[in-house]
């Protein structure tokens, strides 16, 4: 029999993940790929190795829409992909898409985060 997961009990995380544009999230949705910042890859990862399940939650900015969400399925790695095509971000990750739907801020409006003073989940 397989034994379970180290990470089946932990903590179920969620990030909001914003885009400078829709290209990004469509090579997301299509490879199951993604690359962030230098500066969000720790706290990814710690979040990756503590808890049972990572939710990324994506937004272009300036939409007022979210487009869907994933789950983290692999920590980050090193490599980095071309598809970005920014010197800006680092090592690319395995996503795989849940929901592939755009959805405006407003119908989120009650969900508040309560390690950003309250403040809406947009």
């Known amino acids: 029999s397989e034994s379970p997961s180290p990470r089946q009990n932990m903590l179920v995380r969620y990030f909001i993940m914003k885009s400078n544009n829709l290209k990004n999230i469509e090579i997301s949705q299509q490879k199951g790929i993604w690359s962030t910042t230098p500066s969000n890859e720790?706290?990814?990862?710690?979040?990756?190795?503590?808890?049972?399940?990572?939710?990324?939650?994506?937004?272009?900015?300036?939409?007022?829409?979210?487009?869907?969400f994933a789950t983290m399925c692999s920590p980050i790695g090193c490599e980095k992909s071309q598809d970005w095509g920014s010197a800006g971000f680092g090592g690319v990750f395995k996503v795989e898409w849940i929901r592939k739907e755009s959805i405006p801020f407003q119908f989120a409006h009650n969900l508040l985060n309560p390690w950003n003073d309250n403040k809406k989940v947009q």
């Open 42 to 68: 720790t706290k990814l990862n710690g979040a990756f190795w503590e808890s049972s399940t990572v939710y990324l939650i994506f937004s272009v900015q300036g939409s007022g829409h979210f487009q869907g």
